[in-house]
């Protein structure tokens, strides 16, 4: 329902474009990682691998939002897991993400773990990932797929107030949004490098589409990465 759902409202929103690399493609039980910017990015990202890809994901998200009447019933129907962070089960979403992608259901998840906290609806690479994805690939043997999203911040980003605004003035803006999905990589069994490695994948994934945009941090973050390059060699 939730990735029907957000193909048919997205667009009001937004006009959202996707683009992936040649070699992207979803083996059954593939895990996804996405930079995580804004409350409406999920939407963005389901409705484009839906479009892109006919795929309806597992999704590991916040346990506040099966407090809400209505969605918590429908997310627990369709097997999404509540992530309770700071509790003494928070570990239990990764058993049951397990689970899914173990009867080939692909799990999608946030590796930051949390919104950026700026008042701008401005792109920035993503923050430093937490180690639940690793763990997660490690575990289980499973791919990981990159995905970069840019432009949910122009829907929604900020206080309460904003967010709310961005919201009831977005389908006269109608931002332009983009995702881009990242080809497949294996990680490896250290905890540390394998995090590194998907943060490394997500942040070029989401350079692709926040270029897409022309956002400024795109480009930025492209002259970071060139110039640390050219130290190395």
Known sequence: MLSRLAAHVVPFFGRLTVTSDPGARLEPGSILVVNHTSTADPALVLAALRKRLAVEPVLL??????????????LTREGHVPVHR??????AALDHAAVALASGRHVMLYAEGRIPTRPDSAENPPEAFRTGLARLAEATGR???????????????????????GVLTAPVRRPCLHVHIGAPLRLPADVTAATELAHGAVTAAWRTAAGALGEPAATRATATATATADRRL
């Open 86 to 91: 700071g509790a003494a089960h928070a570990a």
């Open 61 to 74: 998200a916040t346990a506040g939002l099966w407090r809400i009447p209505l969605l918590g019933r429908a």
């Open 143 to 165: 791919p990981v797929v990159p995905i970069g999203q840019a432009g949910a911040r122009r829907i929604t980003s900020g206080g309460r107030v904003k967010q709310i605004a």
